[in-house]
C-alpha cells in the first residue's frame, strides 16, 4: 500500500483543532466539513490529470478505463463541469457566436431591469444571422416577428464581441438556468467540446417550458432542428476540409 501525503492520524487531529474541547457530535460535523473539502480537492486533482490525458490524444474511452469507469460516467464527471464551470470561466467553451448571443441576451435584460431569462437567450439567437441556430430558425420559415412573438421577447441589438468576463458578471433566471442544463446535455450526447448557437437553440427546445412548445408550434421542433443542425455541421466540417 502506498503511504498516502495526508496520514489519518493528521486529518484526525486536524478535525480536532476545529471545536476544541467539542463533543464528539462536534467532531463528527467537523469531519463532514474536511470530507467536503478533501471530495474537492480530489476532484480538481483528478480533474487536471484528465485534462492533461485529453491534451495527449486520449479518447474518452481509455480515460474511463484509466478511471475503472464507462466512457459516459467519465464524461458526465469532467467534461459537464469544463463546459460550465463556476466563475468567470463558465462560458469558457461556447464559441465567439455563442457568447455574442449571451451578451445581447445580457442587454436585454438590462433594459427590463432583470436577470437574464430564457425568453431573451432564444431572441438573442437571431443577432447572430450567420450562426447555426439563426439558420435553423430560417430554415423552418419563421420570420424575425414570428420567432419574437413565439419565444415572448426581442428583439436583441448586436453589439461587440463578448469575452468571458462580461459574461461572467451576468445572473440568469431559473428557467434560463433550465435551458443552459439542457444545453449542457445535447452538447455531451453529440460529443461536443463546445456551445453553440445550435446548442443553445437545442437547450431551449429540450427545456420543459412554453418557449419550446411555442416554437414547436410555430414549425420550430426538436427534432426537425437537431437533424438540420447535424447536417449542417457536417457540411461546414466538409467544407473546411475541403478548402
Known amino acids: 500500500m502506498p503511504e498516502y501525503p495526508v496520514p489519518l492520524d493528521a486529518l484526525i487531529s486536524y478535525v480536532k483543532t476545529l471545536t476544541p474541547g467539542g463533543t464528539p457530535l462536534d467532531d463528527v460535523s467537523g469531519a463532514m466539513t474536511v470530507s467536503a473539502q478533501l471530495d ?52 469558457s467553451r461556447f464559441t465567439q457566436r455563442s457568447a455574442n448571443v449571451l451578451a445581447a441576451a445580457g442587454r436585454l435584460a438590462d433594459d427590463a431591469g432583470q436577470p437574464v431569462s430564457a425568453a431573451q437567450l432564444a431572441a438573442a439567437l437571431l443577432v447572430e444571422p450567420d450562426g447555426v441556430a439563426a439558420r435553423a430558425i430560417r430554415q423552418a420559415g419563421l420570420t424575425d416577428e414570428q420567432f419574437f412573438a413565439a419565444v415572448g421577447a426581442g428583439p436583441a441589438e448586436p453589439g461587440p464581441n463578448a469575452d468571458v468576463a462580461t459574461l461572467g458578471e451576468l445572473s440568469f433566471t431559473a428557467d434560463c438556468g433550465t435551458a443552459f442544463r439542457e444545453t449542457l446535455k445535447v452538447a455531451l450526447r453529440l460529443g461536443h467540446n463546445y456551445i453553440g448557437t445550435e446548442h443553445l437553440l437545442l437547450g431551449l427546445l429540450s427545456a420543459d417550458s412554453s418557449i419550446g412548445a411555442n416554437l414547436a408550434s410555430a414549425g420550430l421542433d426538436n427534432e426537425a432542428t437537431e437533424r438540420f443542425m447535424v447536417d449542417e455541421i457536417a457540411r461546414i466540417r466538409a467544407q473546411l476540409k475541403n478548402g
Do not use: C, H, N, T
Open 40 to 91: 474537492e480537492q480530489s476532484d480538481a486533482l483528478i480533474g487536471y490529470f484528465v485534462d492533461q490525458a485529453r491534451r495527449s490524444g486520449a479518447s474518452w474511452s481509455q480515460i474511463g478505463a484509466s478511471m475503472g469507469v464507462s466512457k459516459q460516467a467519465a464524461q458526465k464527471r469532467f467534461v459537464l463541469r469544463s463546459l460550465l464551470p463556476e466563475g468567470q470561466a463558465m462560458f
